[in-house]
């Protein structure tokens, strides 16, 4: 599995999913469970829901962003979008979507911003 960060919204509109004003122990911890994720199939983890990372589809009519990606080109925005846990609810979440056995990371959720 590969993790691409070429659609990251770093800036929210709304001010969500934002890690500006968190410290280098978060950073340090994101990236390597970041490190350890990348070591499975995207496959695997598309399959089988991905228990131990909670990973699983997201339905934008049960979340805080119901246009979900919208900020992406349309065709972007047609990929089924994902999201996983990167440790249990201390850290947050990544959302995003893949292609094939990459993972675009588009947005990092530490508050859970996106399931009210």
């Given amino acids: 599995m590969i993790f691409s960060f070429k659609h990251l919204q770093l800036e929210h509109p709304k001010g969500k999913f934002c890690i500006k004003a968190k410290d ?21 983890l598309r399959q089988s829901g991905g228990k131990s990372l909670r990973a699983h589809t997201i ?10 990606f919208s900020h992406l080109n349309e065709q972007l925005q047609s990929v089924t979008p994902y999201q996983f846990q ?31």
Avoid at 59 to 68: A, Q, Y
Avoid at 87 to 112: C, K, M, Q, T
């Fill in 24 to 44: 280098g122990d978060y950073i340090f911890k994101v990236l390597s469970r970041l490190k350890d994720v990348s070591q499975q199939k995207a496959s695997e």
């Fill in 59 to 68: 339905d934008w009519s049960s979340t805080s962003e119901k246009d979900g």
């Fill in 86 to 116: 990167f440790s249990a609810n201390e850290y947050g979440r990544i959302h995003g979507f893949f292609i094939e056995n990459v993972f675009y990371a588009i947005w990092l959720d530490p508050g859970h911003e996106l399931y009210p």
